[in-house]
Nanobody, 123 residues
């Protein structure tokens, strides 16, 4: 299973970015998907997750009310809309497949990971 993230980049504080996660030769539709991020010198942390049908979502406290995770079943992708970005959101963002339908926030619950996409927020 190969995952690919897209949509990262450089943005000023207060700006927005939309990340997308897609899989090659595999469909994401039946599985929970998570977004994680890792800043330099820090542990990889959970950002947002969504269950297989989109009925259950979870967000880290630091991104609640600013980030929105969603699924597009026509495109077989999972997106992370990030609004009102802050410099502390700067990190490499990864999507991951849980290989289970229900949502989990634990890193250990995710089996396959993408290579990551850099998000840099300038002050």
């Amino acid at each position: 299973v190969q995952l690919a993230e897209s949509g990262g980049g450089l943005v000023q504080a207060g700006g927005s970015l939309r990340l997308s996660c897609a899989a090659s030769e595999f469909t994401l539709d039946a599985y929970a998907i998570g977004w994680f991020r890792q800043a330099p010198g820090k542990e990889r942390e959970f950002v947002a997750g969504i269950s297989w049908n989109g009925g259950d979502k979870s967000y880290a406290d630091s991104v609640k009310d600013r980030f929105t995770i969603s699924r597009d079943r026509l495109q077989h992708t999972v997106s992370l809309q990030m609004n009102n970005l802050k410099p502390e959101d700067t990190a490499v963002y990864y999507c991951a497949i849980a290989l289970r339908a229900s949502l989990t926030t634990a890193k250990t619950g995710y089996r396959y990971w993408g290579q990551g996409t850099q998000v840099t927020v300038s002050a």
